[in-house]
């Protein structure tokens, strides 16, 4: 059995002429391929994102609501001192 030597000039320069074709071949059936998941993929990730703002959201508001209950009771003992105050201070009826 006789061994026969590679010409490596040869053969890059028909891997090279082969993929000057099937690279752009590859690209195109790639993209029409793959379209339909990366668009169902993009729709996917983009609702669990709105998702995740809408619970936000509502986690802001509740701590919203909480403020102002909180306010709300500190303005009414407020007041509530302010009349016991404005009572101390006008004397004995």
Do not use: N
Request: net charge negative; aromatic share 4%.
């Amino acid at each position: 059995m006789e061994i026969i030597p590679i010409d490596v000039t040869g053969l890059v320069a028909v891997v090279m002429g082969i993929s000057v074709v099937l690279v752009p071949v590859i690209g195109l059936t790639a993209r029409f391929a793959l379209k339909p998941t990366v668009e169902a993929l993009s729709k996917f990730f983009e609702s669990k994102g709105q998702e995740e703002a809408l619970a936000i959201l509502e986690r802001r508001q509740a701590l919203l609501e909480g403020q102002i209950e909180q306010l709300d009771g500190a303005l009414r003992r407020l007041s509530e001192a302010q009349e016991f105050d404005r009572q101390l201070g006008s004397g004995p009826e």
